[in-house]
């Protein structure tokens, strides 16, 4: 019997730096994208700064993905909301499949912009 992929996008096995939020986990940090595909995004949760807890399944996470700098249009990310699927592998290092809702291309630095902005109004809410 031949396996069958099941897969409705091809699969491109990469390493790029991500930043993750989630309103269910209010904090901000930054991980690694171990692949990615058109309908899918896996990362592996375990980043810099403060320890996260790993979101359960059903539960809907946004990525942003750092794209290699162009100099002729500045650095872009991919901005995407996806569905936690699966989570997979040990605990002190998990891996999280995502299922993508949506995905747009932006600028990176107005990211940064916009959460440094947001930052004052975020910590005012929570004091």
């Known amino acids: 019997m031949k396996n069958i992929n099941r897969r409705e996008s091809p699969r491109i096995e990469i ?8 309103p269910a986990l209010w904090i901000r940090t930054t991980m690694s994208i171990e692949n990615i595909s058109r309908s899918g995004v896996l990362v592996a ?3 810099e700064g403060p320890t996260v807890p790993v979101p359960g399944v059903g539960q809907i996470v946004t990525v942003e ?3 290699p700098e162009n100099h002729g249009f500045g ?4 901005h995407c909301q996806g569905t936690v ?9 998990p891996k999280v ?12 630095h107005d990211r ?7 930052t004052p109004v975020a910590s005012s809410w929570m004091a």
């Open 65 to 67: 993905i750092e794209l």
């Open 97 to 108: 499949a995502l299922r993508v809702n949506y995905m747009d291309f932006r600028s990176f």
């Open 75 to 78: 650095q872009k990310c991919i």
């Open 112 to 118: 940064i912009r916009a959460v440094e902005a947001l």
């Open 85 to 93: 699927t699966r989570v997979i592998g040990p605990p002190d290092s």
């Open 45 to 47: 949760w375990s980043g």
């Open 15 to 22: 390493q790029l730096r991500c930043h993750v939020t989630s």
